[in-house]
């Protein structure tokens, strides 16, 4: 299962990830994959999150969060 979402989600960054310096979120429908390097562990980790599809929406903007604070 994981290596079929780091396999589309390499398709989807369209270069190579940078685990040790960057977090990659990708929305399905159905659900949320994140993939990420803790160091306190020193592993990469995967969260995979189960989401309503019926009455979840994900939107994004260019702005920037710390202006909108």
Same mark, same amino acid.
Do not use: A, R, W
């Given at each position: 299962?994981?290596? @079929?979402?780091?396999?589309l /989600? +390499?398709? +989807?960054? *369209?270069k190579? /990830?940078?685990?040790k310096?960057?977090?990659? &979120?990708?929305?399905? +429908?159905? *659900?949320l994959?994140? /993939? &990420? &390097?803790d160091?306190?562990?020193?592993?990469i @980790?995967?969260?995979?999150?189960?989401l309503p599809?019926?009455?979840?929406?994900? &939107?994004?903007?260019e702005?920037?969060l710390?202006?909108?604070?």
């Amino acid at each position: 299962m994981v290596d @079929k979402l780091v396999k589309l /989600l +390499k398709e +989807k960054h *369209g270069k190579g /990830l940078n685990l040790k310096d960057d977090v990659y &979120y990708l929305f399905l +429908k159905g *659900g949320l994959f994140t /993939l &990420y &390097y803790d160091e306190d562990e020193n592993t990469i @980790k995967v969260d995979v999150e189960f989401l309503p599809e019926e009455n979840t929406f994900v &939107y994004f903007d260019e702005q920037e969060l710390s202006n909108l604070l």
